[in-house]
C-alpha cells in the first residue's frame, strides 16, 4: 500500500504532522509518497514528486484546511483522501492532529483486510460543444467578466430543459452540497447536509431572480449566457476558463466523485464555527 501526504504550504504546523504521518505509515507497513514542496520543508526533495501521481496512491492525506483537501482532490482523482484539520471549520478535514497518526494507522489497516470506510461526494463540471471544466468539489460559477453596476450577465437558466429563470445577474452558482457551505452560503444560498443528494442552483445577484433551488443530483442545469462578448466560468474558484459569448454551458455531476475516508466531520459542531 502506499499513502500520499501533503502539508499545506507554508504551515511549519502542517508539516510537523505530515513528518509524524509518515513515521506511523512506515510502522503500519506502508510505503509513503511526499509531493515535492512537502518533501522539500521536510528535507528530503529527492523524495517528492508532482502532485497528479496522487492518483497513483491507495490513500491521500491532506493535512491543513479545507483548501488543502480540495487541492488534493483535485489531484487523487478516484484516491480517498483523509482530511487532517489545523484548526479551521472543517467540512471537510475531520481528523485533529493529534489523532491523525492513528486515523491515517487504522485506514491502513482497513486496507489490508479490504475494508476501507470510504464515503463518496459528487463533483460537477462544466460543458459546451467544445470545451470541459475541470471537476469541481463545490461549485461552478458562471458569470461576465465583472460584477456590480453596469455589469454581469444576460442568462436563461434551465434545468433538465425546463426553464427555471433569466434576465440580468452577476451570474449563477451551481453548487454541491459539500459547497452549499462556501460561495453559496457567501450569495445568500441554502446549508444542505451533505446526506441530502441533491445540486444547488443560486443566481448571483438577480435583477429579478427566483429563489435559490435544490435539484436533483443527476440534473442537468443549463446556463444560456448574452449580452456581453465573454462568459468566465469557475471551477471552485481556481481553475477559470473564458468562453466566447453568446454561449451555453450544461452542468452536471461527473466522475470520478471525491472519495473521503477517515472518520467523518460533525457538519453541526462546523457550522458552529462560521460564526
Known sequence: MEVGIVARKGSERAVTVADELREAVADAGASVWLDAETAAALGEPAAGRAVGALADCDLAV????????????????DTPIVGVNLGEVGFLNAVPPEAAAEAVRSEVEAFDRGAMNVREAPRLAARTDDWTSVPAANEIVIQGGRRGPGAGIDYELRVDGSRYAGGHADGVLIATPTGSTAYNLSEGGPLVH?????????????DDGMPPLV????????VAVEGVEEAVVASDGRNVATLPAPTEVAVQRTTPSMYIAGPPSDFFEALGKLS
Open 62 to 77: 491532506a493535512v491543513g484546511g479545507d483548501g488543502t483537501f480540495l487541492f488534493v482532490a483535485r489531484n487523487a482523482e
Open 194 to 206: 451533505p446526506a441530502v443528494s441533491g445540486l444547488i442552483v443560486n443566481e448571483m445577484a438577480a
Open 215 to 222: 435539484v436533483d443530483a443527476d440534473a442537468t442545469v443549463s
